[in-house]
């Protein structure tokens, strides 16, 4: 067992009870602080970090509910939250004179940013450190200011270390909605929605398998229906239908088997019918 399946109370059932119950743990003193994380770190002891877990699951709800502005559900948020405060539980050194609410709070926010990049989108609108601090930046700011002007981006831009380009770009994002991928509940049936032009049929499993064991069926019934004929005939084909690049005329085969055209073109024909019939039977 690890500090991250220490039982904690569960978000999953009523919001408000779960904080009335972090609510109601009591907070620690510093030398008890000390005491407990000296006791996980040296000695393993799972007790005493839960109870390091349980005085801060308070903090955990506190710094959530800075982040209800991006319409994800709040316990999902206190959830990732404490994840961060877990691991940084299990990082926390008290011999470093800092208390762990002062530890944690980078964790605890580290973990609920990830969440909201992986979830708040489909699409991915921060990768890198300079843009992820530029998306919460501009979040932020948009709260408070609405638009922001040409003065502001450049403002923007010069204190997080980005082109201004990317501040627009970031602001655009920001301001446009997220698109359904299917029609709601209370749309009509026939709704144009991204799934209606995303959907290829084709690339569907079944389709893809079926068409694949076709192509196989056809590849070795025609090599099946080719080593069926003699050779002329074999001959004639390959050099009339098989050789994409520079095909052979009837004259030209008349020539080489010192036949006429006509003749050509019968065996072409006979070889045709033997070839469509061994195909036939190998499908």
């Known amino acids: 067992m690890t500090a991250y399946s220490l039982p904690i109370p569960s978000v999953a059932g009523s919001l408000e009870n779960y904080i009335q119950t972090v609510n109601s743990f009591p907070l620690l003193t510093q030398e008890q602080e000390v005491e407990y994380a000296r006791r996980f770190?040296?000695?393993?002891?799972?007790?005493?970090?839960?109870?390091?877990?349980?005085?801060?699951?308070?903090?955990?709800?506190?710094?959530?509910?800075?982040?209800?502005?991006?319409?994800?559900?709040?316990?999902?948020?206190?959830?990732?939250?404490?994840?961060?405060?877990?691991?940084?539980?299990?990082?926390?050194?008290?011999?470093?004179?800092?208390?762990?609410?002062?530890?944690?709070?980078?964790?605890?926010?580290?973990?609920?940013?990830?969440?909201?990049?992986?979830?708040?989108?489909?699409?991915?609108?921060?990768?890198?450190?300079?843009?992820?601090?530029?998306?919460?930046?501009?979040?932020?700011?948009?709260?408070?200011?609405?638009?922001m002007g040409a003065a502001d981006v450049k403002a923007m831009a010069r204190q997080l270390g980005v082109k201004a380009e990317e501040v627009v770009e970031m602001e655009t994002r920001l301001g446009g909605r997220d698109v359904a991928l299917e029609p709601l509940a209370d749309e009509e049936e026939d709704a144009f929605t991204p799934i209606s032009y995303l959907t290829a049929e084709n690339a569907e499993p079944a389709r893809l398998l079926e068409h694949e064991e076709t192509a196989r069926l056809r590849s070795a019934g025609l090599e099946k229906a080719i080593d069926s004929l003699d050779a002329r005939s074999r001959r004639i084909i390959e050099a009339r239908w098989l050789n994409e690049k520079n095909p052979a005329t009837l004259h030209d085969l008349a020539s080489e088997f010192g036949v006429s055209a006509e003749r050509i073109r019968q065996i072409e024909n006979k070889a045709l019918a033997k070839m469509k019939g061994v195909i036939a039977a190998t499908a």
């Open 41 to 147: 770190r040296q000695e393993n002891d799972l007790e005493a970090a839960r109870q390091l877990v349980l005085s801060h699951l308070r903090v955990v709800v506190a710094i959530a509910r800075g982040y209800m502005g991006y319409g994800l559900p709040q316990a999902d948020l206190i959830q990732e939250g404490n994840i961060g405060l877990m691991k940084a539980v299990k990082r926390f050194d008290p011999e470093r004179g800092v208390r762990l609410v002062s530890f944690a709070v980078h964790w605890i926010r580290a973990e609920i940013h990830e969440f909201i990049l992986r979830n708040w989108r489909i699409v991915k609108i921060a990768t890198t450190k300079a843009q992820r601090k530029l998306f919460f930046n501009l979040r932020s700011l948009k709260q408070s200011l609405g638009t």
